[in-house]
Each structure stands twice: as structure tokens, then as C-alpha cells.
């Protein structure tokens, strides 16, 4: 599926601009799944340590090279169709972010009362980028029950969390640095050992060690929810949407 996700993003993202976030036990194979992509650009975490640390070290070593460069971050588990509409969206994401700024997450549409997926409290239409709305969120909810489920279905105030977000690296990096201080400063120690190795080599970036003091966080528990204020969320018919920037455009898939 990670191939999958590659080809998906073609439209608008080359695979020079594409890193992977990946566990080092499985490195090797996503780099034959993607030959196209630089296999420097293939990050192997030595431990696990969920979304969050995921997002710091994209963010942190890419925005090493650029710190102005607007990132996608998706997961590699995704079915999205239709394709052109996808593709719109990245471009409307991508305008959104360029032009407001801002940590931006994709939602979806929901079809039924779900309990399998987080939710997303949209508030008000903030602008339209590419004919897409794109709305404050209020907050995140984590998989509700049942009953909650139908009561924020019947609101029509809740989208799905798609887990796909859109966003400055010097922003989303601040922004760590800010609300999970522990895992920004230890990210940071990474990519200063990391800094040689990405620089033009054809090595994998692997760091010997996870600093241990690392905690587990959820990027919707953490970062982002600390930022809700600050955040704006985007659906489409597609439902499901990442972006770069013309400029210095970069896709990060976990």
C-alpha cells in the first residue's frame, strides 16, 4: 500500500519530494516497494512511538533543507478515490496553507455512525480554497461509542479524521516544541545526528537509538488538539486530501 500511496500523490507530488516514516524492520522492503523514491528519504525509526514523534522527525528533517516547505502527512493505508479528486484537493490544500497559514486536517464526510474512527468538531466556514471549504475545528474526539456516535452524525457538525494533515515544517515543529516539549527536544537531538546523512547520501537515515524518555502520544490527543484554536479543517467529495506547496514541496507518508 505504500506503493499505492506513492502513485497517488503523483499528480502533484514528484518522488523526489516523498519520505517515508518507517519502522527499521520493514525499511528495506519499503525501499523495493519504491524505487523511486531516494532511499535517503526512507527515515527508519528504531522504535515505535506513534504518531506524534512520526510527525516531529518528518517535520524536523525536512525542514532542516527548507524550513518553509509545506508537508502532507498521511498514513499509508489509505483507498482514495476518485484520483482527480484527490488531486484537487492537494492543490486546495495547498493554496490554503500557503495563502492562511496555520496546522490544516482533512475530514470526512461521515455515512454512518462510526465507532472505528476519530472525529473532527468543525466550526465556522473560515474561506474556499479550489471551491472546498475549509472550517475552524472546535476539537477532536477519539472513537466515541455507539450512541455518541449517532449523536454526532445527526448534528452534522462531525467529520471523520482522516489522519491527514497539511502544514508549514517550521510550524508543526514550533508547534511540538511547544505542546510536547520532551518529544521536540529529543527529535531534535535525532536530526542533529542525522544532519551528515541527509545530505546527499544514498543511505537510509536510521538513528542508532530512541531516547527511552520518549512518551507514546497520539498526534490528535497531543499537538494538534493543544492547537485546535489554530487549526482548520477541509472536506471535499473525496473526503480525504494532503497538500504540499508549489514551492518546496514535500510529502511525508507513515
Not at 141 to 147: L, T, Y
Not at 171 to 180: F, G, L
Request: aromatic residues 6%.
Amino acid at each position: 500500500m505504500v506503493a499505492e500511496t506513492v502513485a497517488r500523490v503523483a499528480g502533484a507530488i514528484p518522488n523526489e519530494r516523498i519520505w517515508v516514516v518507517t519502522h527499521r524492520d520493514q525499511a528495506e522492503g519499503i525501499r523495493a516497494a519504491i524505487p523511486g523514491v531516494p532511499a535517503a528519504q526512507i527515515l527508519a525509526e528504531p522504535q515505535a512511538k506513534n504518531t506524534t514523534a512520526c510527525v516531529a522527525l518528518a517535520a524536523a528533517v525536512i525542514g532542516a533543507r527548507d524550513p518553509d516547505a509545506t508537508l502532507v502527512m498521511m498514513p499509508a493505508d489509505h483507498d482514495i478515490r476518485p484520483q482527480s479528486e484527490f488531486t484537487k484537493s492537494i492543490l486546495a490544500a495547498c493554496e490554503s496553507v500557503e495563502k492562511h497559514g496555520g496546522l490544516m486536517v482533512f475530514g470526512i464526510k461521515p455515512t454512518y455512525p462510526a465507532t472505528g474512527y476519530g472525529y473532527i468538531h468543525r466550526g465556522e466556514e473560515l474561506h474556499e480554497s479550489r471551491g472546498i471549504p475549509v472550517r475552524k475545528v472546535l476539537g477532536f474526539r477519539e472513537k466515541p461509542n455507539a450512541a455518541t456516535a449517532a449523536e454526532f452524525l445527526a448534528t452534522g457538525e462531525y467529520l471523520w479524521n482522516s489522519g491527514i494533515f497539511v502544514w508549514k515544517a517550521k510550524r508543526i515543529h514550533d508547534a511540538v516544541r511547544e505542546y510536547e516539549s520532551e518529544i521536540g527536544e529529543a527529535i531534535d537531538g535525532v536530526v542533529r545526528a542525522l544532519d551528515p546523512r541527509i545530505r546527499g547520501s544514498s543511505a537510509t537515515p536510521r538513528p542508532r537509538s530512541s531516547p527511552p524518555r520518549m512518551p507514546r502520544f497520539r498526534r490528535s490527543r497531543s499537538t494538534s488538539e493543544s492547537s485546535s484554536a489554530r487549526t482548520t479543517c477541509a472536506s471535499s467529495r473525496s473526503a480525504i486530501a494532503g497538500a504540499t506547496s508549489a514551492r518546496g514541496m514535500r510529502s511525508t507518508i507513515s
